[in-house]
């Protein structure tokens, strides 16, 4: 999500892109991005972006029958507004606009307080929701593997982690799998989720932790230590 403002307008570059005439429009109530007369103007502050290393692929605007590009990076960018350790999209998938998420981070906020709380059936609860309002939402995914865990639902876990990894993966949910498949007995498989998570992330401190209960669960004690 990248703004540039001049004297008299503002276009924000975003999955859903707004331009506003500042000098009419003050309070910024009427997105003018999609009006024809503000074509040149758009274009002029889109100029201004890509001086700053932040182009835009596409001044058509939504629905016109061709789909604003964002770059790897800001996909990343707005990839982390779905949720505070940052989930993001599928790849290949684009982003939501940041503005359509704010109901669904603020509905995470009300179930990560439940989950602290203690009252992990109604974080559930919230979760599933947010699951059928949100689907294939990596950020809900990994917090319902969260409470499931701590409900011991640990097949139920399991499941909603898988299906994020095969999203994306990322290495927090990646160790997570790992854990469970070493508190469940399958060794080897534990053993190539820690190498996956390493891979993901080479200084994630929870891989090392990780890796020693593995080796004292198979009576490797010096290498735990």
């Known amino acids: 999500l990248t703004a540039v403002r001049s004297t008299d307008a503002k276009l924000i570059r975003a999955p859903r892109p ?9 309070r910024e109530r009427r997105d003018r ?3 024809p007369e503000s074509r040149r103007e758009v274009s002029r502050h889109a100029r201004m972006l890509a001086q700053f290393g932040h182009p835009m692929r596409s001044l058509a605007a939504p629905g016109a029958g061709s789909t604003t590009g964002v770059d790897e990076r800001t996909r990343e960018a707005l990839g982390a ?6 989930a993001g999209p599928a790849a290949g998938e684009a982003p939501a606009d940041p503005k359509d998420r704010i109901g669904i981070a603020n509905a995470l906020l009300d179930a990560h307080a439940l989950m602290q709380a203690g009252r992990l059936e109604e974080a559930l609860g919230r979760l599933l929701a947010l699951e059928r309002q949100s689907a294939r939402d990596r950020s809900v995914l990994q917090s319902l593997g969260k409470v499931y865990l701590r409900l011991n639902r640990i097949r139920d876990a399991e499941r909603v982690l898988l299906e994020f990894t095969a999203i994306r993966p990322k290495a927090d ?5 790992a854990q469970i498949a070493i508190l469940e007995g399958r060794l080897d498989e534990g053993r190539r989720r820690l190498d996956e998570a390493e891979r993901l992330e080479p200084r994630h ?3 090392a932790i990780a890796r020693g209960d593995l080796a004292h669960r198979t009576g490797r004690i010096d ?3």
Request: proline share 0%.
């Open 18 to 26: 707004e331009f506003y005439d500042l000098a009419a429009d003050s």
């Open 33 to 35: 991005f999609a009006d």
């Open 81 to 86: 507004l779905g949720y505070l350790g940052g």
């Open 173 to 177: 949910v990646t160790l997570l799998l």
């Open 205 to 207: 401190g929870g891989v």
């Open 223 to 225: 290498e735990a230590r």
